[in-house]
């Protein structure tokens, strides 16, 4: 099967959602099929430079291949003439394409393109069609999604959620939509690495050190991430007498003043017992998930939660607000503790976790099973695969 994936950027400053995309294209390569990316160089919003690549040409990869266009005219906004002008032509080479992101105006184009070339599209929304992300720019959006998301959806042989929250959830414009629940994939975690030297080459310097168990946040600092429930919480923990430290690691390239903010507002309120990391990956990242005591994201909302995921296959017990849509599998895994979007719910679960050390080893263990079992990218890679099958062979979408 040829497969054709389509995504704004795949660089690793825009964190789970961009990266997943790679994950799976490696793991359906592995699985036969013969898979491309297409992308544009962008690497940041803000005068960042581009991604020092060659662009349209195939980029081989592990099982995959990436073409790279640039942003023109509208780099912010990672918009492609080039990318859209190369998938009018060449389209037809792919038996489907898998669309990452509504709202992104060259992914909104590219639907556009497809639908008006013939070429069967599966839209993974990436929790866009939540309606408390649609309340941000609302008047915008509404007009958008009725004009244009609106009929890439009714014209999607099928619309990627990635849990049946997500899916229950989602505004669709009036369309009527078919749609496939399946999760993200993760690495396995299961590999026994040692957290103070993960990777290849020298050591990594060893982490620094908070007092008491150490709670990890890692993801992009963004207002929907729950900072607004951590932060107090903590602070309510920290006045109790709680042993605990605080890793905070992200960054948001699409709004610096607010990361500024999120970083001196931990450092205010817990002194020496926060350690800010800035934006970690590779290395650095299995570094902390291998580290941790405890995994925490309370987001308002969140339409899967890699994050969350990734600290399973790590084996770290979890602490996830009920917005994080992965909370069920958390539940039902006993792989952490589910709260409230609240302060007081999220003190209550975060006391549970850090008083019992022989719980915390049990629940880590739990998840790390669970996500080995539910989120190998193997699984996930079958399962797209044949929902791609039968969706070809499906009346509305035959040639």
């Known amino acids: 099967m040829r497969v054709l994936h389509i995504v704004p950027s795949i660089a690793a400053i825009y964190g789970g959602p961009s990266q997943m995309v790679k994950g799976l294209s490696a793991a359906q390569g592995a699985a036969g099929a013969q898979v491309t990316i297409l992308t544009t160089n962008a690497n940041g919003d803000f005068g960042q430079a581009p991604l020092a690549v060659p662009l349209d040409r195939p980029v081989p990869e592990d099982g995959f291949e990436v073409r790279y266009f640039p942003c023109a005219p509208f780099r912010r906004y990672k918009f492609s003439w080039p990318l859209l002008r190369w998938l009018w032509t060449h389209g037809d080479r792919y038996d489907i394409a898998h669309i990452h992101a509504l709202f992104?105006?060259?992914?909104?184009?590219?639907?556009?393109?497809?639908?008006?070339?013939?070429?069967?599209?599966?839209?993974r929304p990436l929790g866009t069609l939540d309606p408390l992300d649609l309340q941000k720019k609302r008047r915008i959006k509404q007009l958008y999604g009725r004009l244009l998301e609106g009929p890439n959806l009714a014209g999607a042989a099928a619309v990627h959620f990635t849990s049946a929250q997500e899916a229950k959830i989602s505004e669709r414009f009036g369309a009527r939509t078919q749609d496939l629940i399946i999760p993200?994939?993760?690495?396995?975690?299961?590999?026994?690495?040692?957290?103070?030297?993960?990777?290849?080459?020298?050591?990594?310097?060893?982490?620094?050190?908070?007092?008491?168990?150490?709670?990890?946040?890692?993801?992009?600092?963004?207002?929907?991430?729950?900072?607004?429930?951590?932060?107090?919480?903590?602070?309510?923990?920290?006045?109790?007498?709680?042993?605990?430290?605080?890793?905070?690691?992200?960054?948001?390239?699409?709004?610096?003043?607010?990361?500024?903010?999120?970083?001196?507002?931990?450092?205010?309120?817990?002194?020496?017992?926060?350690?800010?990391?800035?934006?970690?990956?590779?290395?650095?990242?299995?570094?902390l998930l291998a580290a941790a005591d405890v995994f925490v994201l309370p987001s308002h909302y969140e339409?899967?939660?890699?994050?969350?995921?990734?600290?399973?296959?790590?084996?770290?017990?979890?602490?996830?607000?009920?917005?994080?849509?992965?909370?069920?599998?958390?539940?039902?895994?006993?792989?952490?503790?589910?709260?409230?979007?609240?302060?007081?719910?999220?003190?209550?679960a975060l006391r549970l976790a850090l008083a019992d050390g022989s719980e915390r080893d049990r629940r880590g263990r739990n998840g790390q099973r669970y996500a080995a079992e539910h989120y190998s990218w193997p699984a996930i890679a079958r399962q797209t695969l044949d929902a791609y099958g039968e969706l070809l062979n499906s009346p509305g979408n035959r040639p």
């Not at 992104?104 to 839209?123: D, E, F, K, N, Q």
């Not at 994050?307 to 792989?335: F, K, L, S, T």
């Open 104 to 123: 992104a105006p060259v992914s909104t184009a590219a639907a556009m393109v497809c639908r008006w070339r013939g070429l069967p599209y599966v839209l």
């Open 303 to 348: 339409n899967f939660g890699i994050a969350v995921a990734e600290a399973m296959a790590a084996g770290r017990p979890v602490v996830v607000a009920d917005g994080v849509h992965i909370w069920p599998a958390v539940q039902e895994a006993e792989a952490g503790w589910v709260c409230g979007r609240s302060v007081p719910a999220l003190v209550a």
């Open 184 to 287: 993200l994939g993760v690495p396995d975690g299961r590999g026994g690495a040692n957290p103070r030297s993960v990777g290849e080459g020298e050591p990594l310097p060893p982490l620094p050190r908070t007092g008491g168990p150490s709670i990890l946040f890692l993801s992009r600092l963004d207002p929907k991430k729950g900072l607004d429930l951590l932060f107090p919480a903590l602070e309510i923990l920290a006045g109790e007498g709680v042993p605990f430290g605080l890793w905070l690691a992200g960054g948001n390239p699409q709004d610096p003043a607010y990361e500024r903010a999120c970083c001196d507002r931990a450092r205010q309120i817990l002194g020496d017992r926060v350690a800010v990391l800035g934006f970690v990956q590779g290395a650095r990242k299995r570094q």
